[in-house]
């Protein structure tokens, strides 16, 4: 069997076993845990195409999911479109927003790429926070038009309520391991494919593969609009899940956290994201009574990584 | 080759300068089809500048590279790829962590063209061009290594069959034998006459000059970015200005000596 089959045939066999979850658990909080790990998960399935297939160090992936976000939640909000074709759209969109980011990145290298990304993040943040005149005037008070540091709610769903009634949260769960199926099953065909080779080649030495055909900037637009469409989608997902999108998807403790789940996993891995981020929601579990010790325990997990296993989890078993 | 053969590739009064430095002035120099080019020259003459312009990464400051009768001069790396140049390099490059078979099946999917969009899945011709070049250079059997563990001659090699699984015109290699032993230099020449013999033009840096000799059909010796000799083998060692700024007695008497030999040498 090929390594692209066998990815295929596992994610599969993993997405079967997910989808019986619900038949035996019913507990709200675990599905709903379950469907939070599925969003995550697709978001560093294409990160980490970005940062560790293609070796770009981008750190602009939660403001991307962000426009995923407020783009579906403005959409529905003020445009009063159906989610389905609202995420659609506001995924569009991310891949538009993400090839600028490619672009604007093009002529940087390593860390200056990390700077330019997280400062475009910032300013995404900030553009959003500090709006706050009155746009429109809701019963709920003044709304700025990118809705300020409260974000948006009210703005419809995906009609799982009227279909489900109070099990509501069990048709999210199977939208999101839908779309985690054909995130991770993109991923597993990029990376194994000639795009992933030219991305991996343009990492491992950009002057060595241009001269060997491989045109930069044609790639390096390839790798940043492809992740950018599931990010998008994850972002239009999680607002469509939660009802609701506000500043904190910026929060830099959230980057971090995605972040770590990569590292922890396996950068430039098929199947190293998925797993960090199964390890650390686990673990964040598990931390949630220490409060303030979650984000020092998390930073040092990650440093811990970084310095003894370069490689993640998943570098573990091929040594 | 016929002398009325157009030349594959014509430099036409190329100038390369890295600000007040003048690496290669106004040089001017042809390549006949199927021809081996050698070019020698001391430290710091502006050998691997030359490549570094004709291939693209360090395109010149003035004068024209023509290849086919098609001007590259100011032509992206890839763009030169996919017209028909090859190159290898001084410092060994390679994609270390990609296998041996992935780095010779860059240049097969990516060295032909510049379609926007690459297959889904190297095609038959792409797996054909990398079996080929992998049999040439005699790493069939070590395909599934991570390339950055080879040792320097595999990772030579490597080199070399990355660049002809593009399948080039002309192929430009930078030192292919610094650094190796006799024996290892004897094989990366078998390796030369083997690509020659399928019509590939090739230019040859190197400083190792029984490699070079042996190989070239003609040679240019570079100095300060000037040739200063352009001719058979044989001629570098009459030639007084090579033996005074390049060669040396000592080496030019032991070269004269190969030379000798080379001529009873059944062919
Ligand atoms: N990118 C660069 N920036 C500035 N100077 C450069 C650059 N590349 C080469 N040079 C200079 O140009 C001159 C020619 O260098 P080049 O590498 O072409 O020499 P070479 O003939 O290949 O020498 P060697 O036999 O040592 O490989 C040298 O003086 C070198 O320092
Ligand atoms: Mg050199």
């Known amino acids: 069997m090929t390594p692209l089959r066998r990815d295929i045939a596992a994610s599969i066999a993993l997405v079967a076993a997910m989808a019986v979850v619900p038949l035996i658990f019913d507990t709200r909080y675990v599905i709903t845990q379950l469907t939070v790990f599925f969003i995550w998960g697709i978001v560093v399935t294409q990160w980490n195409l970005v940062l560790g297939v293609a070796g770009i160090f981008s750190l602009a992936q939660m403001a991307l999911f962000a426009v995923g976000a407020y783009g579906t939640a403005m959409l529905a909000y003020y445009g009063g479109m159906a989610m389905v074709p609202a ?10 927003v993400s090839l600028v980011i490619g672009f604007a990145c093009l002529r940087l290298k390593g860390p200056y790429v990390a700077l330019l990304t997280l400062a475009i993040a910032q300013m995404l943040y900030l553009i959003v926070v500090n709006d706050t005149g009155c746009f429109t005037n809701p019963p709920s008070g003044c709304l700025p038009l990118l809705g300020g540091v409260r974000g948006f709610s009210r703005f419809g769903d995906l009609g799982f309520r009227d279909l489900l009634g109070s099990k509501w949260f069990v048709g999210h769960y199977y939208v999101g391991l839908g779309l985690l199926l054909v995130a991770q099953v993109f991923c597993a065909f990029l990376i194994r494919g000639p795009l992933g080779l030219a991305f991996r080649a343009l990492r491992d030495n950009p002057g060595y593969a241009m001269s060997r055909g491989v045109g930069r900037l044609k790639y390096q637009l390839w790798v940043f609009g492809l992740s950018a469409f599931f990010t998008g989608l994850a972002g239009a997902f999680y607002v469509a899940h ?6 904190i998807v910026f929060s830099v403790s959230m980057l971090l956290f995605l972040l770590a789940m990569i590292v922890v996993g396996g950068m430039g891995t098929v199947w190293g994201p998925l797993l960090g981020a199964a390890v650390l929601m686990i673990a ?10 979650r984000e020092i325990g998390l930073g040092l997990v990650l440093a811990g990584f970084v310095i003894l296993l370069p490689r993640g989890l998943v570098g573990l078993r091929r040594r | 080759m016929t002398t009325t053969d157009p030349p594959l590739l014509v430099c036409d009064s190329v100038a390369k300068s890295f600000g ?17 080019l050698g070019v020698g020259g001391p430290n710091g003459a502006g050998k691997t500048t030359l490549f570094e312009v004709m291939s693209g990464l360090n395109p010149a400051t003035s004068g024209r590279v023509l290849l086919e009768g098609r001007d590259i001069t100011h032509a992206s790396p890839e763009a030169i ?19 041996v078979r992935e780095n010779v099946e860059v240049g097969a999917i990516f060295g032909r063209s510049g379609r926007m969009l690459p297959n889904l899945r190297p095609s038959p011709e792409m797996q054909q061009a990398t079996d080929d070049a992998l049999d040439l250079v005699g790493l069939s059997a070590r395909q599934g290594l991570v390339a950055g563990s080879l040792p320097v001659l595999d990772r030579k090699l490597l080199m070399v069959a990355g660049a002809m699984a593009t399948r080039p015109k002309l192929l430009l290699m930078d030192e292919p034998v610094g650094g190796l032993t006799h024996a290892e230099t004897d094989l990366m020449m078998a390796t030369v006459r083997r690509i020659a013999a399928t019509g590939v033009t090739i230019i040859l840096i190197e400083h190792v000059m029984r490699f070079l000799v042996a190989l070239s059909d003609r040679v240019m010796i570079l100095h300060h970015g000037e040739r200063i000799y352009e001719g058979s083998a044989a001629g570098l060692v009459q030639d007084r200005r090579v033996i005074d700024v390049y060669l040396g007695e000592g080496a030019s008497a032991r070269l004269a000596a190969l030379l000798r030999e080379g001529r009873h040498e059944p062919a």
Request: proline residues 2%; aromatic residues 8%.
């Open chain 1, 242 to 247: 939660f009802g609701v999108v506000g500043p």
């Open chain 1, 87 to 96: 995420m659609v759209i506001a995924s569009l969109a991310t891949v538009g």
């Open chain 1, 284 to 293: 964040d579990e598990g931390l949630r009574e220490v409060g303030d010790w």
């Open chain 2, 81 to 99: 790829c996919h017209a028909g140049i090859a190159r290898t390099f001084q410092l060994n490059a390679c994609f270390d962590s990609l296998t």
């Open chain 2, 20 to 36: 007040s430095l003048t690496a290669v002035r106004q040089l001017s120099f042809t390549a006949g089809r199927g021809e081996i």
